[in-house]
């Protein structure tokens, strides 16, 4: 057995072309360290509906060059199976480890399978390159990041032609092409071939963010901005600045990207201490709101002054200011956002007689909804242009954002001025999560199958009157492995993340409010409610 591990390790040495993970495999095969060997080469990264996403390393269980070249070659593959012989794949990457190494790698394949690769000239938001691949009628795209995830990470985003993210069955089919990569000597690389594109489809990127702006909105919001260590500020100043609202106070000590994140523990705004700079900062300089991108600039957080200090908005509250601002402005179109999320905008959609769809977790799916008009997602994920961006989109999501409050301001109102009113017009959505990080991944499965076997018929009291179990679909929804039970007055949904070690349990529970009057007692209740509701949760599932 080890021999056959070290055989298969020295096997993956001889094609490994980075000198770096070279040096580690070296060491870890010389010091005959079967424990982390066994580990790197226990099976490969599955390549699923978020492309690649590990740790970086050497072996087949990390993220490395030579896994990104072997993916880069069944994308090619696939590509040209399904008739795509003549197009361009468009390639972006973030400022992560081996970002730039990785989307080399990439256009030298795509280059020596004969297609035609474009590089963006530097590291640039994930939303700049889902509008590139629309905007130069690309067959394919790769976003080469790891998003939010810790520092040791990075990931493989890819896209087809039509500008939203893969879903089944294109993903196992790509990964069927993956498998099929015998050997990297198989793998043409050119060294040169490829186009690194200049600065003019950043550009239009750019001149697209103006429209989603309402032609002479207020623009006096004043603004706190982090870019969490990512890549988000440059092109997020240059849309504030040509929409004319006053330049945002950066929070410097996270300003400028640095793939070490040395400020964070996660460079997620979601985490606990990640918007801690950005609070010092804004207390320092008393703005209308804060404002944050993660390190790929696709999600936006804000956060708002609450009873003098400041706090974070959930995600479903951001989510539902968009909405009834967009509804304010006129806006026609279908709005979608996936199950996790708050179940206000079907309410804010339905007032507005508008369409509105629900999807399964992920932009991947949101972005394919017909007619889509709005799209978001709890997890600080919009999409306020669906026909520039069909994905979510950080920076224009901070435009509309600050064009809402300061249309607020200029009627001497905030964000939770106008929190209060949706509140009492569609009742209290309140809404929660219960996340547990793993180290070992049995532990997910084993709650999962706890409660299928042992479904829970009451949460806080509350009599479960609907249990479906995702995994069959419904009438609406494609499988998924996940589980919806409906309450009186409350929803859960519990999954495995599709990005992370995490099971994540969604709850949501609404409180009929009858005046403003009314709303401590209701978010009383509420706040009440969705504890109690999460700690039996919890002792359910056994986590």
């Given at each position: 057995?080890?021999?056959?591990?070290?055989?298969?390790?020295?096997?993956?040495?001889?094609?490994?072309?980075?000198?770096?993970?070279?040096?580690?495999?070296?060491?870890?095969?010389?010091?005959?360290?079967?424990?982390?060997?066994?580990?790197?080469?226990?099976?490969?990264?599955?390549?699923?509906?978020?492309?690649?996403?590990?740790?970086?390393?050497?072996?087949?269980?990390?993220?490395?060059?030579?896994?990104?070249?072997?993916?880069?070659?069944?994308?090619?593959?696939?590509?040209?199976?399904?008739?795509?012989?003549?197009?361009?794949?468009?390639?972006?990457?973030?400022?992560?480890?081996?970002?730039?190494?990785?989307?080399?790698?990439?256009?030298?394949?795509?280059?020596?399978?004969?297609?035609?690769?474009?590089?963006?000239?530097?590291?640039?938001?994930?939303?700049?390159?889902?509008?590139?691949?629309?905007?130069?009628?690309?067959?394919?795209?790769?976003?080469?990041?790891?998003?939010?995830?810790?520092?040791?990470?990075?990931?493989?985003?890819?896209?087809?032609?039509?500008?939203?993210?893969?879903?089944?069955?294109?993903?196992?089919?790509?990964?069927?092409?993956?498998?099929?990569?015998?050997?990297?000597?198989?793998?043409p690389r050119p060294t040169t071939g490829w186009e690194t594109l200049d600065?003019?489809?950043?550009?239009?990127?750019?001149?697209?963010?103006?429209?989603?702006?309402?032609?002479?909105?207020?623009?006096?919001?004043?603004?706190?901005?982090?870019?969490?260590?990512?890549?988000?500020?440059?092109?997020?100043?240059?849309?504030?600045?040509?929409?004319?609202?006053?330049?945002?106070?950066?929070?410097?000590?996270?300003?400028?990207?640095?793939?070490?994140?040395?400020?964070?523990?996660?460079?997620?705004?979601?985490?606990?201490?990640?918007?801690?700079?950005?609070?010092?900062?804004?207390?320092?300089?008393?703005?209308?709101?804060?404002?944050?991108?993660?390190?790929?600039?696709?999600?936006?957080?804000?956060?708002?002054?609450?009873?003098?200090?400041?706090?974070?908005?959930?995600?479903?509250?951001?989510?539902?200011?968009?909405?009834?601002?967009?509804?304010?402005?006129?806006?026609?179109?279908?709005?979608?956002?996936?199950?996790?999320?708050?179940?206000?905008?079907?309410?804010?959609?339905?007032?507005?007689?508008?369409?509105?769809?629900?999807?399964?977790?992920?932009?991947?799916?949101?972005?394919?909804?017909?007619?889509?008009?709005?799209?978001?997602?709890?997890?600080?994920?919009?999409?306020?242009?669906?026909?520039?961006?069909?994905?979510?989109?950080?920076?224009?999501?901070?435009?509309?954002?600050?064009?809402?409050?300061?249309?607020?301001?200029?009627?001497?109102?905030?964000?939770?001025?106008?929190?209060?009113?949706?509140?009492?017009?569609?009742?209290?959505?309140?809404?929660?999560?219960?996340?547990?990080?793993?180290?070992?991944?049995?532990?997910?499965?084993?709650?999962?199958?706890?409660?299928?076997?042992?479904?829970?018929?009451?949460?806080?009291?509350?009599?479960?009157?609907?249990?479906?179990?995702?995994?069959?679909?419904?009438?609406?929804?494609?499988?998924?492995?996940?589980?919806?039970?409906?309450?009186?007055?409350?929803?859960?949904?519990?999954?495995?993340?599709?990005?992370?070690?995490?099971?994540?349990?969604?709850?949501?529970?609404?409180?009929?409010?009858?005046?403003?009057?009314?709303?401590?007692?209701?978010?009383?209740?509420?706040?009440?409610?969705?504890?109690?509701?999460?700690?039996?949760?919890?002792?359910?599932?056994?986590?």
């Amino acid at each position: 057995m080890h021999d056959d591990l070290i055989a298969r390790a020295k096997a993956w040495l001889t094609e490994d072309p980075d000198t770096d993970t070279r040096a580690e495999l070296a060491e870890l095969i010389d010091a005959k360290d079967v424990a982390e060997l066994a580990e790197r080469f226990s099976g490969t990264l599955q390549f699923g509906t978020a492309g690649l996403r590990g740790e970086l390393g050497a072996g087949p269980m990390r993220m490395n060059r030579t896994v990104v070249i072997r993916a880069a070659a069944g994308l090619a593959a696939y590509l040209k199976k399904n008739g795509h012989t003549d197009g361009v794949v468009v390639i972006g990457y973030d400022a992560r480890h081996k970002s730039a190494a990785f989307a080399e790698d990439t256009a030298a394949v795509m280059t020596g399978a004969g297609l035609r690769a474009a590089v963006l000239p530097r590291p640039l938001p994930t939303p700049v390159l889902a509008f590139a691949i629309r905007h130069l009628g690309a067959i394919a795209g790769v976003e080469v990041t790891a998003s939010h995830n810790p520092p040791r990470d990075n990931g493989y985003k890819v896209y087809l032609g039509d500008g939203s993210q893969i879903v089944p069955p294109a993903d196992a089919e790509i990964a069927a092409e993956i498998d099929a990569v015998a050997s990297l000597t198989t793998v043409p690389r050119p060294t040169t071939g490829w186009e690194t594109l200049d600065d003019a489809v950043l550009d239009a990127y750019l001149a697209r963010t103006d429209a989603v702006l309402a032609p002479g909105s207020p623009r006096t919001a004043r603004t706190v901005y982090t870019a969490m260590h990512g890549v988000g500020k440059e092109t997020l100043l240059a849309a504030f600045a040509r929409a004319g609202f006053p330049r945002p106070v950066l929070v410097a000590e996270q300003a400028d990207p640095d793939p070490d994140f040395p400020t964070v523990a996660f460079p997620n705004p979601e985490e606990p201490g990640a918007m801690d700079l950005a609070f010092a900062k804004a207390r320092e300089t008393d703005p209308d709101l804060i404002i944050a991108n993660d390190p790929d600039a696709d999600r936006l957080a804000v956060a708002v002054k609450d009873a003098g200090d400041w706090r974070m908005l959930r995600g479903d509250e951001v989510g539902a200011l968009l909405a009834t601002h967009l509804v304010a402005r006129g806006a026609r179109g279908t709005f979608a956002e996936s199950i996790v999320s708050s179940s206000l905008l079907g309410r804010i959609a339905e007032k507005a007689n508008l369409p509105y769809e629900e999807t399964l977790t992920g932009f991947k799916w949101i972005a394919r909804v017909e007619g889509l008009r709005y799209g978001y997602e709890e997890a600080l994920g919009y999409c306020v242009d669906p026909d520039g961006v069909r994905d979510k989109d950080g920076i224009t999501a901070a435009l509309l954002m600050t064009e809402l409050a300061s249309t607020l301001k200029a009627e001497n109102r905030t964000l939770l001025d106008l929190l209060d009113d949706i509140a009492v017009e569609h009742g209290l959505h309140a809404t929660d999560q219960l996340s547990v990080r793993v180290e070992d991944l049995s532990v997910i499965a084993a709650a999962m199958r706890r409660l299928r076997e042992q479904p829970p018929t009451r949460l806080a009291g509350l009599p479960i009157t609907r249990s479906e179990d995702l995994t069959q679909g419904t009438d609406t929804l494609p499988p998924t492995d996940g589980l919806r039970y409906t309450l009186d007055g409350a929803r859960v949904v519990v999954r495995p993340s599709g990005t992370e070690p995490k099971l994540k349990c969604y709850l949501e529970v609404v409180v009929p409010v009858a005046a403003h009057a009314d709303l401590p007692a209701a978010r009383a209740k509420a706040t009440d409610l969705l504890a109690t509701i999460k700690r039996d949760l919890s002792t359910a599932a056994g986590i």
